[in-house]
Structures are given as structure tokens and as C-alpha cells.
């Protein structure tokens, strides 16, 4: 198993209008490295309608963007740090908005084989010490390197 | 010993209630509860919750649905987990009981 993060899946302080507008770039994006389908993006947005992503955890406020594995040709994680903070409405409530300042877009191909990974990923947002860091980092390499650190000490590969 | 069929549901059925399926399960095995866990999407709890004695999703639950349900959205923000399990554990004691 390879490391989880990529640096050519971290983006920073990217500027969009909207959800969708985020959606259709990520989607493109994604397409060109060919992990996702055509279509993923569009997908996205169709999920965020009914079923929102937004979280709120005690110190930030987040998305968690994902939708069918039939979208999915290769598991990934992308990370997103907005330039300006994007309007969500929370997973559990649509009525709570959400401010999100960063998206951890999920490529869930195999939902059993990525239990681990989706369980640090929610350990990892509520550390307000491990995302402060996030915030501040200035290189997708230093995101990537900080992320699998994060990941691989929380998760034994030999199991 | 009773096993209980626990339905554990999200928007695609695939992240946040995968998430939430492994700590129901770890909860309720470790206070000595046999479980059956099954994860699904939240638009298909409507047509199946019948065959299930709980509930545990990250959105609300359309009304019509009868069976017992508890609201996780905690175990993703990380603000009182601890909450949630209490109350998972109360409603196995209370279908324990009845």
C-alpha cells in the first residue's frame, strides 16, 4: 500500500464562487489523473443537493465531499484549503450552515477496506492542534508529508 | 443470546456511516451486546427498518420510520462521542428489557 496523501492532490488557497463551481474544477481535476469518472463531479454536486457534506467539529468548520463508488476508478484522498471560505450546510442539520474553510474530497472505492482511513480522517478533524498546522503550511509537500505522518502513525499497515 | 440487527445509515451509504458502523459495533460488543450490523444508504431505511430493532444515522430519518433511532453526527465531529454511545446503549437495554 502506497502513502495516502499525494502533494499533486493538495491544493491551496483556491478561490471559488461555489460549491458547484469547486465541483466541476475538483471533478476535472480528478478526471485528468484518472482516478475519477467523467461524471464524478457532477455526482458531487447531485449529492450535495439532497445529502449535504458540511461538518462542524468544536474548532473548524469543514467538508467532506464524496458520493458513489461507481464514480470512483481509484481510491484517493484530495485536499482543498479555500483562499475564502465556502457556504455548506452541515451533514446532520441542512438548516446549520457551515463555513468551510478546507474540503477533504473522498474517492471511496472499497468502503470496507478504507475503515481505518475514514476513522483517522475524523480523528484528524477534530485535532485543532494537526489542522492549525493545515492552516499555516505553505507547500503541498509539506501538506502531503504532514498528512501521511498523521495517518501512517494512527494506522498499522500490517494488519 | 439475542443478536440485535443494527442499521447504520449516511447519504451514500458508503463513508460517514462506514465510520459510524465500526464504532456502534466496537460499543455495543464491548458492553457484552451481540450485533448485526448493516450499512445503507438513508433513502432505502424507509422500506427495510422493520427488519431491524435500531437505527444509527449522520442525517435525520424520515418520520415514518417506527424503529427505535439514535442521531450520530457526533461521531464525525468528535464534539461528545461519548453521548452517542450512551445512548446507543440505552436503547439496546431498553429492547433488552421489553
Not at chain 1, 471533478?27 to 484518472?34: C, F
Not at chain 2, 424507509?46 to 442521531?71: C, H
Request: net charge negative.
Amino acid at each position: 500500500m502506497g502513502e495516502i496523501f499525494r502533494s499533486d492532490l493538495v491544493w491551496l488557497d483556491d478561490e471559488f464562487d461555489s460549491k458547484e463551481e469547486f465541483y466541476e474544477t475538483i471533478g476535472e481535476r480528478l478526471y485528468n489523473k484518472g482516478l475519477v469518472e467523467k461524471d464524478f463531479g457532477e455526482a458531487l454536486i447531485k449529492r450535495e443537493e439532497v445529502y449535504p457534506t458540511g461538518l462542524k467539529t468544536e474548532a473548524y468548520e469543514i467538508a467532506i465531499p464524496h458520493t458513489d463508488v461507481k464514480y470512483v476508478k481509484e481510491a484517493s484522498i484530495s485536499f482543498v484549503r479555500f483562499g475564502k471560505p465556502i457556504s455548506y450546510s452541515h451533514m446532520g442539520d441542512p438548516e446549520v450552515k457551515v463555513n468551510a474553510k478546507f474540503a477533504f474530497v473522498l474517492g471511496v472505492k472499497v468502503p470496507h477496506q478504507q475503515v481505518e482511513v475514514l476513522s483517522t480522517l475524523v480523528a484528524l478533524i477534530s485535532d485543532e492542534k494537526e489542522m492549525s498546522k493545515l492552516e499555516k503550511m505553505t507547500s503541498t509537500e509539506e501538506i502531503s508529508k504532514e498528512l501521511n505522518h498523521f495517518f501512517n502513525e494512527r494506522i498499522d499497515l500490517d494488519e | 443470546m439475542k443478536t440485535y440487527r443494527i442499521l447504520v445509515a449516511c447519504g451514500s451509504g458508503i463513508a460517514t456511516s462506514t465510520v459510524i458502523a465500526t464504532r456502534v459495533k466496537e460499543v455495543c460488543e464491548s458492553n457484552g451486546y451481540k450485533v448485526n450490523v448493516q450499512q445503507v444508504k438513508v433513502t432505502e431505511v424507509e422500506g427495510i427498518a422493520n427488519d431491524f430493532d435500531l437505527i444509527v444515522a449522520s442525517t435525520r430519518v424520515p418520520e415514518t420510520v417506527k424503529t427505535p433511532y439514535v442521531f450520530a453526527i457526533n461521531y464525525l465531529t468528535g464534539i461528545n462521542k461519548e453521548g452517542v454511545d450512551a445512548e446507543v446503549l440505552a436503547e439496546l437495554k431498553k429492547l433488552e428489557e421489553s
